[in-house]
Nanobody, 115 residues
């Protein structure tokens, strides 16, 4: 089972930017897809962004045009660049992976956007 460790969260003012990183414990080259999801207190987990092995991306409507997911297979790392942040983006952000055999999720990193 791959281990995923998120980093880069923090406190930022509305309109600011953050870049989250997700380091995998082994090569992600063959992984079918990598994901970022978020969960705010009292709300269900929401899939925010996905990038496939071929590099195709998909975003939730609430973040489209503001967030960008990317992957660096050489570094076994996935990124989420978040621009024009809003208070409603406040949540714990989780990195996930999908392979032919299993799915995995990290422990999350907190993002807080102040108004």
């Amino acid at each position: 089972q791959v281990q995923l460790v998120e980093s880069g969260g923090g406190l930022v003012q509305a309109g600011g930017s953050l870049r989250l990183s997700c380091a995998a414990s082994r090569s992600i080259f063959s992984f079918n897809a990598m994901h970022w999801a978020r969960q705010a207190p009292g709300k269900q987990r929401e899939l925010v962004a996905t990038i496939t092995k071929g590099g195709s991306t998909n975003y939730a409507g609430s973040v489209k045009g503001r967030f960008t997911i990317s992957r660096d297979n050489a570094k076994n790392t996935v990124y989420l660049q978040m621009n024009s942040l809003k208070p409603e983006d406040t949540a714990s952000y989780y990195c996930g992976s999908t392979t032919d055999l299993s799915n995995a999720w990290g422990q999350g990193t907190q993002v807080t956007v102040s108004s």
